[in-house]
């Protein structure tokens, strides 16, 4: 049993069969990667897992509950944090204030007034965001305004809220699309060091092979809305249905 | 039955102006983009094109008629509008009866002219500012245009008469065979409406059957790859901004002998006129256009004795009521595109 | 101190001393000067500073920190001027309870309007207001007539029950008071020329509105404040960090819709009359205007733009032709013509345009307001100073900065 599952999901958009019985098994601790040519039904089926979509059939499970009609604070607040294609950051405030905000979401749920006492007085919290920015190798860039960074520090912001939440799965929706070489490296670093050091699980969609191969140990190959084969990514490798199906296809 | 009739009547030159200025709100809206507070502040320059050409038209020279004597026994002063010395004095009174009309031809470059110096001059630096900018921008300009027009023609109503040949009123129920003086509709008011129809039918043609308005349309839809095909976008929404401020002002010339043009005219439709967008849907011509005489309708239905009886005051509030359900309900309005103005 | 840091206390301290202050700052004229027409210090238009100031400050709760703007939140203060009156008309002319129900009453009613229109953003959001606002308005005068008195209005009258004030002497009106202090009492001090007025009323605004100036400073230094500001940046972050927008953005709603209901109560306490003409959406968009002016976002632009305003509208719109003429008396006639020729059309009853001629270049040119314009001179002194610092340096050392 993986702390997600995923069983039989099926998506339509009017004629097209966007997803096929999909059946997906994310086992905890692993870093598992969904990979699959354009238009393989990849970011449907994240849509699927946080929420933005519902499926026609099946069901999708998260450490035994359904995600399914969930909004999505509410998918976070059961332990899943999502990275997306392009970092969504709060622009407008400091590199602190972005680290403030997951811990006071972590601490308080989804509402608390504390509409008077000041920001310093609260316990912690910016001691709390003081430590992860150190840990990001960030804190010189504390009082940086968030939107004026360079994308690979975006990047290494964004995951690093998400971290700051202590979720169970993170959730990457292709972490390096568009960076460049060096900032890709330095993510991949970051996930590798994230996936040895904590007790999570992490799910990547990914294009990237570089860094599929990098991070993950368990890769699923989608094609066409369908699990093609799911293996360790040696065996993915060779796989010769793999190779017709995607690498073979995007050479 | 002859209510409902009288009704729907009264609802559409109401309606008319209301789908004349949504038109061209989302018109701006859906090439460039633009959330357009000034819009009201053009329908109002629309109807003062019209006041201005009858002033033209009636300028006059002062003569001394030594025929007649005044109360006083002295010679009477007349004042002759110079297009009596060009026409004759036939055909210049003809000319400054039909001054509303032509008003049209005079309105048409005057409104085109102030469009395209609105949008290169202000709004094409807000593009890509947040549309809370845009509004407050073109808001501010709205009020900058209404106070000009207050201080040359000052803040009170002046009154604009259509040509004498449409003075009066239609029987439309003799003419349908209910008793006379029942349905009784002002011709203007007809007029008014037909000129809608056309006007309304004419953008539509444009944009369906022209070359220039299919590029519009694809760049309506997906500007980028317009773009990319090497044609200036740009510089045709450009002209459709010149194109929206003159159906903006045609409606205003035309609403003239309806309301007498006001300076603060524009401000009391735009407020209407948005909330007929947004009902229609942001960026939908035809859904504008729907929700235009969908509104006006309902609002001269709400205003019936009948139903002030059951629900009192609902005349003063049901273009809201609607468009409060109507956004919350679908919020896309009724004819909306997915995904517009929805950051 | 008070929960501030040094900055905000200087600033706080600051506004708290120009308003005890404001009958001498804003009298600098003698009386029977010619620029005495310009002194803003009588206690009608102070009030009007510190009362609409108030509200800007409200609204920038909103919209500066959440970005959602709202076209309607005259509504709330005319619901708070409804609800001062009937408790001046039932319980008593004392103006605390009644200011007490008006922002109460304006809570509640932002409430539901705020639960509504919050489940659209961007300009549904703002036609949804508007819409609600254009509706309570016209209720007001029509149906509602009952309850809001219609065209006239409400004023207190002489038959009204007031349970705690008992029945007036005859020949006696009810006059609004604190505690038996009248609100338009006023005590003139005379020095040489001048004249300067200190008014019960607008001392009594004037400590409201250091009150909600410090209650709002409060909340943009808050956690919350931080999140409304998280809510404005980014809405798809914050859902997916697991916290959901619609419980912050109606709470400032709420409180932006308190202040706005705290200044129609303080209207009320001062001229004791409610119109629906309070509730048109062209006071809405005043305020919309005043908070954009002063700098949206920025702790002291509303109050700025609330108070430059209100000047405006209450000085600069007096200046008729006569008066210029005489300013421009020492002109050659051509020139003294021409001139008032261009400056008329702007001042006098064509203040407006000058407002929105203002108005259009602050969006513009500052999105940040009359504070950004402040701060960007400041820099540009402080950057002279740097740069002559920078060559002084051989000869001297300055302190750093």
Redesign the interface.
Known sequence: MGILEVKNVNKRFGGLQALGDVNLSVEEGSVHAIIGPNGAGKSTLLNCL?GKLIPDTGSVMFDGQSVLGR???EI??MGI??V?QTP??????TVL?NM???I???RD???R??????????SG?IEQAEQMLESLNMADQRHNHSASMSRGNKRRL?IG?CLA?NPRLLLLDEPTAGMARADTNNTIDLLKQISDDRDITIAIIEHDMHVVFSLANRITVLAQGTPLVEDTPDKIKGHPKVREAYLGESA | MEAIILQILNGLDKGSAYALIALGLTLIFGTLGVVNFAHGALFMIGAFCAVTLSRILTASRTVIDETKTDFLGNPLKVDVPHVYDWFGEAAGATIIDWAVPLSILFAIPVMMLIGLIMERGLIKHFYSRPHADQILVTFGLAIVLQEIIKYFYGANPIPTPAPDAFRGSFDFGAALGFDPNVIIYPYWRLVYFAFAAVIIGAVFAFLQFTTFGMVVRAGMADRETVGLLGIDIDKRFTLMFGLAAAVAGLAGVMYAPINSPNYHMGMDFLVLSFVVVVVGGMGSLPGAVAAGFLLGILESFASMGAVLEVLPGINQIIIYLVAIIILLTRPRGLMGRKGVMEE | MLGLNKKDLKLLLIVAVLAILAPFILNPFPEDSAMAQFNAGYPDLMQRFVIFGIFAIGFNILFGLTGYLSFGHAAFLGVGSYAAIWMMKLLTMNVIPAIMLSVLFAGLFSLIVGWISLRRSGIYFAILTLAFAQMSYSLAYSVLTPITGGETGLQPKVTDPRILDGTLPQGETARANIFGLEMNSSYDLIVGGWLFTFNVGYYIAAIAMLASFYVAIRIFRSPFGTMLRAVKSNQTRMYYTGLNAKPYTLAAFVISGMYAGLAGGLLVAMDTQAGAERMFWTASGEVVLMTILGGAGTLIGPVLGAGLIKYMENILSKINKDILHQWFAFLPDGLEDFIITIVYPFIGKGWHLTLGLIFMGVVIFLPGGLVEGGQRIARLFRGKKAKESDSDKSTQSTPAE
């Open positions: 946080i909004k999505p604070y976070n607040q944090s999502r997306f969504e950051i709060f622009g407008d405030l204030e403030m905000i997951p006071f979401a972590k749920g989804a509402f007034m504390h509409a008077i006492e000041s920001t310093e007085r609260e919290i964004e809220m939440q």
